[in-house]
């Protein structure tokens, strides 16, 4: 066992880990936090996706002790009073989910994506959540999120060249 | 205004963006507090006889509380193939194989642990001595293939008509007459959340087990009959489902397995498959072989189509073994075909059972006649577009009665084909094709077009009206509850049924509350699959409003010492009003204070409904490498009057992506000894962002008369439709350097193989 200090969703945590304890369960069994999902074994579909000081990360592939001393931030995360986060709102606002078992990893790599790129084109967007599957929305509702909550978090911005939306 | 066929926004997505959905895994429940965890050992070979299990070594393991095999589980009857009147009785199954393995992931032992990390490891542990048989594969078996199942005598599972019941003078006087053999291929539904359990029983004897379904009720039948229980002793609770397609309906020998861990231990248990389970023992998808042959004039009428089914059923007969029937049924599709035959042979194969899989036995018709019909028309050198308006059923209103006994209630297909071209605009597309093979352009444009019609809602048979059931309360607080039969996994049945009681109560959708998936609260439903649930659970939301407004006129009526007559209901405020004094009213709330008003309703539909539309896909073949890229989907879905354009979109989209997946992405593979090659996402090509175009969606809407609002069922018109645009447009770019077809998946290796032979055989017939 290890002892590991972290902050999730802003809040200071320490605990006891097996080292081969992955990220995502440390997140969902002993924080419960269940919003991240798993739906592989591979680092395929990013159903784990959240943010490790700030930038996403597929939480099935992180041990929890290398999170230690980092900053984690799930879905549960981005909506502290229960208010939807931007990127959260253009999803409904969209309809960007169904089952709603990818949204929480989608969401979350939006967010980094965004932070990266603010003014994504489609294509853009299209290869940044290329590591997160949906099964139900056909990607056409997520991407029309995506672009969507650019324009809201940055109403001003601009596209780069090759505008496509 | 009514809030019908405007874009509610859906009340479900708050919840699912910020604490996530509870789905199977997530349930945190007192009844599951200490739950054991489950571990399946499954088979790593194709076909198998098993000598011996010996679980000895794993029982000292870590964290392990118990193992059992197929020996421990005797006592339960053995499982009966699915529809066993029509498939053959003897090819059935044990929830743990006994003396032989039929498919690689096969169950055959189970591992109990305290924690879900102990598991992986220990189940390595159990020993299992096998004989390894040769295994069975493909569609046309030979003759002294071993049997799966020597009391059976056959690797055939079933039959629908044979080679002697083909009508050999089919074809004559036709001027044309073309014949292919093409696959249908096997794919992966493979939902985002895989399959799990969690099962408690209390102490009276009773199961309660959460399982991710599409329908409780269903669910509660299956696992009863598979543990040999009476059916009130089963409750199934229907946690959030992360996605189904088909593959979620009923129980797996899985789910019982872990119900029965839990009752043999006398504590709760769980279980959550891998993704590498999932890929290998969730039931596949499609899986058929076509032979198709059609025939015609050279000016493009069609004369005559047959159409010969072998479905590979995989190792046990599901419900893939009776697909072929459905395809059948849907043989000439929207096509009025004046001779027209099909016949199907389901076989058994070493493979993981083949199960529904969005569409489900429709797709699969849809396919065949659209290659058959481009063929055709490559054959004769007409526009695919003509030969289709040429040979589509002239619209009508009156339901038509095709050969094969389908009843279409309502159609106009030549508009649908026409709106999709115009949408799309086709003429500019066959223009910049023109100009791209006269150029010799490296990327040829390829333009594929697929006209459908499907069947939606079907009850149990031809001849049994479908029925779904609905009760609607209204809450002292203003509040209203639903209870459905039909069963949501991201279709948005919380907000639709909502604005449907909404629109008759005048209680705002935000008020109104869905509740599903529990045999306690509601014991009858069948679920949603097949594109049912509006048409009839939400026809039964209707329903049952409007039948509680009349329960409450009544009562309105009595306190307000008014004539019912008198009474009109006013929305707004929802509350019944004498008419010219509306001072003089009674809020549904006030009722329901001074006496519980709630009604239950079963609403029963004449028969199926039939959807239809028509696809066109633009892709463009890279010529060098073979690469291909989609670059446009452009649909006309008709599914009657849409209750919410955001949520009929949506299954539009999810069904598209899927359907032009298997056209040129996906398949399950299996390699010469029966191994799965696809048993991974890293393996299974799972359709990425990337492959994929927005979608361009052109609306119709050709209302049925089979229920009140007007609505067809919307959830698999995508796979239908688009797989063969895409498969058909791909083959189309490539159509003008001598290619005829490519089997899907349409990946570059294939692409660029048949331009090669296609190459070869020009170049054999220059010299
Ligand atoms: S669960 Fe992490 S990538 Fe699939
Ligand atoms: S919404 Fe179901 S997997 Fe994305």
Redesign the pocket.
């Known amino acids: 066992m290890t002892r590991i200090e972290l902050t999730v969703n802003g809040e200071q945590r320490s605990a006891e880990v097996e080292p081969r304890l992955l990220l995502v369960h440390y997140l969902r069994e002993t924080c419960g936090l269940r919003a991240a999902n798993v739906g592989c074994d591979t680092t395929s579909c990013g159903a784990c996706t959240v943010l490790l000081n700030d930038v996403s990360v597929k939480s099935c592939t992180v041990l929890a002790v290398q999170a230690a001393g980092m900053s984690v931030t799930t879905a549960e995360g981005l909506a502290p009073d229960g208010e939807l986060h931007p990127v959260a709102a253009a999803f409904r606002q969209n309809h960007g ?7 929480p990893g ?1 969401v979350m790599a939006a967010v980094s994506l965004l932070a990266e790129n603010p003014h994504p084109t489609e294509e853009e967007v299209r290869e940044g959540l290329e590591g997160n ?5 056909g990607y056409h509702n997520i991407v029309a999120s995506v672009l969507d909550a650019a324009d809201v978090l940055d109403p001003g911005g601009t596209r780069a060249a090759g505008v496509s939306a | 205004m009514s809030i019908l066929g405007t874009r509610v926004l859906r009340t479900e997505d708050p919840r699912f963006l910020t604490t996530g959905g509870v789905y199977t895994e997530d349930v945190v429940d007192d009844r599951l507090a200490g739950a054991c965890h489950v571990f399946f050992v499954r088979s790593p070979l194709a076909h198998a006889r098993i000598n011996g299990i010996d679980v000895s070594a794993t029982l000292s393991a870590p964290g392990v509380i118990a193992a059992y095999s197929g020996a421990d589980l005797a006592d339960l009857p053995a499982i009966p193939p699915m529809m066993s009147g029509l498939i053959n009785a003897e090819m059935t199954r044990r929830l743990l194989a006994i003396d032989k393995v039929r498919y690689v992931g096969e169950p055959v032992a189970v591992v109990v642990t305290e924690h879900p990390y102990q598991g992986e490891d220990a189940i390595e542990l159990v020993a299992i001595d096998y004989d390894p048989m040769p295994p069975v594969l493909g569609f046309e078996l030979p003759a002294d293939a071993p049997l799966l199942f020597e009391a059976a005598g056959t690797n055939v599972a079933g039959e629908l008509g044979n080679e002697s019941s083909l009508q050999p003078d089919l074809f004559d006087g036709c001027e044309v007459v073309v014949s292919r053999t093409i696959v249908n291929q096997r794919v992966a539904p493979a ?2 959340e895989t399959r799990a359990a969690a099962a408690a029983w209390s102490t009276d004897g009773r199961l309660t087990a959460w399982i991710p379904n599409q329908g409780a009720q269903g669910t509660r039948a299956e696992l009863a009959e598979l543990l040999g229980l009476d059916q009130s002793q089963v409750r199934v609770i229907t946690p959030d489902v ?2 189904a397609f088909g593959a979620k309906f009923g129980a797996d020998p899985e789910h019982a397995v872990v119900a029965w861990v839990a009752r043999r231990l006398g504590r709760p248990a769980r279980w959550t498959e891998t993704r590498y389970e999932n890929l290998i023992s969730m039931t596949h998808g499609r899986g058929q072989q076509h032979t198709i042959t059609i025939g015609g004039s050279r000016d493009g009428d069609v004369r005559a189509y047959r159409l010969q089914i072998i479905q590979d059923a995989g190792s046990y007969p599901r419900i893939g073994a009776i697909l072929p029937y459905l395809t059948i049924m849907m043989t000439t599709g929207p096509y009025d075909i004046p001779r027209a035959e099909a016949i199907a042979k389901s076989v058994v194969t070493t493979t993981t059972p083949v199960g529904a899989y969005r569409g489900a036995g429709r797709p699969e018709a849809t396919a065949a006649i659209e290659r058959a019909m481009d063929l055709f028309a490559a054959e004769i050198g007409v526009d695919p577009a003509q030969v289709r308006r040429k040979n589509l059923l002239p619209a009508f209103a009156q339901p038509h009665r095709t050969a094969f006994g389908a009843l279409y209630d309502t159609g106009d297909y030549v508009a649908g084909l026409d709106k999709a071209l115009e949408a799309a605009g086709y003429a500019q597309l066959r223009k910049e094709q023109a100009d791209r093979r006269a150029s010799r352009d490296v990327r040829q444009l390829g333009i594929g077009l697929s006209s459908y019609v499907e069947i939606t809602g079907m009850g149990d048979g031809p001849e049994s009206p479908p029925t779904e059931n609905a009760s609607v309360e209204v809450h002292p607080d203003g509040t209203a509850t639903i209870l459905t039969g039909t069963s949501p996994h ?1 279709q948005g049945h919380a907000t639709a049924w909502a604005m449907l009681a909404s629109d008759e109560l005048g209680i705002p959708v935000e008020k109104i509350t869905l509740k599903w998936g529990d045999t306690d609260l509601i014991p009858e439903g069948g679920g949603t699959g097949g594109s049912r649930s509006l048409q009839q659970g939400g026809a039964a939301v209707q329903q049952a409003s409007r039948e509680l407004l009349e329960v409450a006129r009544e009562r309105a009526a009595a306190s307000l010492e008014a004539n019912q007559a008198d009474l009109v209901f006013d929305r707004t405020r929802s509350a019944f009003a004498v008419a010219g004094d509306p001072e003089a009213s009674v809020p549904l709330s006030d009722l329901a204070a001074a006496e519980r008003l709630v009604v239950r309703t079963v609403f029963s539909a004449p028969g199926a409904t039939f959807p239809f539309g028509t696809h066109v896909a633009v892709v463009e073949v890279d010529t060098e490498t073979g690469k291909p890229t989609l670059l446009r989907m452009i649909t006309v879905d008709d599914a009657g009057v849409v209750l919410n354009p955001l949520l009929a979109e949506g299954q539009r989209h999810g069904g598209i992506a899927q359907g032009a997946a298997q056209a040129f992405v996906e398949e399950v593979v299996y390699d010469a000894d029966g191994n799965p090659l696809t048993a991974s996402f890293a393996d299974y090509p799972f359709l990425s962002a990337t492959e994929v175009p927005s979608f361009e969606l052109a609306e119709m809407q050709t209302p049925t008369t089979y229920n009140p609002l007007g609505v067809k069922g919307i959830g698999e018109a995508g796979t239908i439709g688009a797989t063969p645009a895409v498969q058909n447009a791909v083959i189309d770019a490539v159509a003008h350097l001598g290619v005829r077809h490519i089997d899907m998946p349409a990946t570059s290796r294939r692409v660029w193989q048949a331009l090669r032979e296609a190459a070869a055989l020009s170049g054999s017939e220059d010299t």
């Open positions: 989910l169904q089952c709603g078992f990818c949204t989608m599957f949906c099964r139900c929305t | 939902p985002m992360g996605g991201g």
